[in-house]
């Protein structure tokens, strides 16, 4: 496979769950698939997650298939939406996670995957709900998880040991090739942890993004100007809060930046619960940052994608990170973790850095040595290679669910 995180899907070997693409799996619906999909840490002001979800679904639905969403929520909720059935179930809130909720309820789970005797699954998280592939071995349903984070990655942000990190992943990564009939990776990068290990059900489908909403025609110089505030360098952070992102390594970007007499300025869109912390670091430190909160309006984070100078995604643990391929439809660099996947993502429309304030001060440094027309120019073209129509190609492939044939007219019929 290329290393540009680009391929499509690679050559995948059922793993122990029931194999995809035997005779006679899976029922038919009219030429389409019921695909229920099934995922956690999902609320209304997510963000990568709940985009590519969303995406997926309405590509299923444009397909000809049958998606269903079944994610936890406060209240229990059935809905008709435009990517296709949600299903809310009552979720417990984790602590400390700023909200998100996990579907705890296993029962309630396994009686409405009973009820809506899917073709396909799909799971969007590989530790609470792994014990839907053992479900869908049973139900000889084939079954897909979706890797959207490394297991290793995430433990090491949490501070635990590279090699306590890496043993414990093998583990949990074990027990997921065995559980389910294939293994998506979006990027090569985030491939790495189960090629270790020898799982042979892999396959890669990388994540898209809306070239018609993401735009370089969408930067503003006077929103750039409201936002710098007498800055020279808009920088930007569009980011969960959270401990796995690193948030404040743009915080002490910026005052490596400015201690260097670069006039910078940072606005965070995002919320978690590092919010309070990082807002009272930044007044300690008298740095010019904008806490914006979750922007739920799209058209307004947009615009400020576009306006931007540079953005930053420090995530070490990152295995696509939507929001910078976002960044570079709207034509605005990025510079991103060394540790993570974006390098591969990013390409050389951006910069990688070692996961250090310094060192990211001096990637943002190098971007704005750039000319202007010469990096934004180089960013939307890199954003290019990525749409959701090969995304959703990928997935169905990984699915073995081609585009439904459509319906016959009736005067075919009688032909």
């Known amino acids: 496979m290329s290393g540009d995180g680009i391929s499509g899907v690679g050559v995948g070997v059922d793993g122990g769950g029931c194999g995809i693409g035997g005779a006679g799996v899976g029922r038919v619906r009219g030429g389409g698939l019921r695909i229920v999909r099934l995922a956690n840490f999902v609320t209304p002001t997510s963000g990568g997650l709940r985009t590519a979800l969303d995406q997926l679904g309405r590509g299923y639905l444009a397909a000809g298939h049958e998606p269903v969403l079944v994610v936890p929520g406060d209240v229990e909720s059935d809905h008709h939406t435009a990517q296709g059935r949600v299903i809310t179930l009552p979720g417990p809130a984790l ?12 029962r309630r789970v396994r009686r409405l995957l009973d009820e809506l005797a899917p073709d396909r699954i799909e799971v969007s998280d590989r530790t609470t709900l792994r014990w839907t592939g053992e479900w869908a071995r049973r139900a000889r349903v084939p079954s897909v998880m979706v890797s959207h984070e490394t297991a290793d990655g995430v433990l090491r942000t949490w501070g635990v040991p590279p090699a306590v990190a890496a043993r414990a992943a093998d583990r949990l990564n074990r027990r997921t090739a065995w559980a389910f009939a294939r293994i998506v990776c979006t990027t090569e990068w985030a491939e790495r942890e189960f090629v270790r290990i020898g799982a042979r059900n892999v396959v890669r489908a990388p994540l898209g993004v809306d070239l018609d909403h993401r735009r370089p025609g969408r930067r503003s110089t006077v929103l750039r100007a409201r936002y710098a505030d007498g800055e020279r360098v808009l920088l930007l952070l569009c980011s969960r809060l959270s401990v796995e992102k690193r948030p404040g390594t743009a915080l002490d970007a910026l005052a490596e930046l400015r201690d260097t007499g ?15 912390a990082l807002e009272r670091r930044a007044r300690e430190r008298r740095l ?7 922007l739920a309006d799209r058209e ?13 995604a420090p995530g070490p643990a990152e295995t696509f990170g939507l929001s910078a391929l976002e960044a570079l439809a709207c034509g605005t660099p990025v510079v991103v973790s060394a540790s993570s996947a974006l390098p591969e993502v990013v390409g050389t429309a951006g910069a990688s850095a070692v996961d250090t304030p310094g060192a990211f001060a001096s990637a943002v440094r190098g971007l704005l040595a750039t000319p202007e027309a010469a990096r934004r120019g180089a960013a939307r073209a890199r954003a290019e290679h990525f749409t959701w129509e090969r995304s959703v190609t990928a997935f169905l492939a990984a699915h073995d669910a081609l585009p439904a044939p459509e319906p016959r007219r009736p005067e075919e019929a009688r032909r």
């Open 262 to 276: 670069i006039a910078a300025a940072l606005v965070v869109a995002g919320d978690g619960p590092l919010r309070g």
């Open 95 to 106: 602590p400390g996670t700023g909200g998100y909720r996990v579907l705890a309820d296993r």
């Open 288 to 294: 010019p940052v904008r806490f914006l909160g979750h």
């Open 300 to 312: 307004a984070l947009a615009d400020l994608q576009a306006a931007a100078d540079v953005c930053l």
